[in-house]
């Protein structure tokens, strides 16, 4: 048997061979964490936990979370019904990512805008 990957990036890819809810970025059931110990007892539960975490903080699966109606075990097969309020927390964290998302461009832009500014200035008054 190999050895599983060590880390929370690699154990998710690692477990998105395994899942096909992992694979297609799916919510999954309450408790997943309890199974994917079960399935593979030499992950750790630390990097059991932080790998579920960055795999429900990803945009993909946040995505996913706010249309769907049902959560999906490990193996693929249906589990219970998503809450509303769990998809209007997937709502919301987007709303709020893609917001400090696009004021991170626009001062990003800003900044090149000064920049450039600044450069024309440089070179206009620089040579005298």
Not at 47 to 59: D, E, F, M, V
Not at 72 to 100: I, M, N, P, W, Y
Not at 109 to 120: D, H, I, P, R, V
């Amino acid at each position: 048997m190999s050895t599983l990957p060590a880390e929370p990036r690699e154990f998710l890819t690692f477990l998105q061979t395994q899942s096909p809810a992992m694979r297609e970025w799916q919510p999954l059931s309450i408790g997943s964490d309890k199974t994917i110990a079960e399935l593979f007892p030499d992950a750790s539960r630390r990097l059991i936990r932080t790998t579920l975490r960055n795999y429900t903080q990803a945009t993909r699966y946040l995505k996913n979370l706010q249309l769907a109606q049902v959560r999906f075990h490990f193996d693929g097969s249906e589990a219970e019904a998503v809450l509303e309020e769990h998809r209007q927390h997937a709502a919301q964290t987007l709303k709020e990512r893609f917001a400090a998302a696009a004021k991170r461009r626009r001062e990003a832009e800003a900044s090149a805008q000064k920049q450039a500014k600044l450069q024309q200035l440089v070179e206009h008054f620089g040579g005298r």
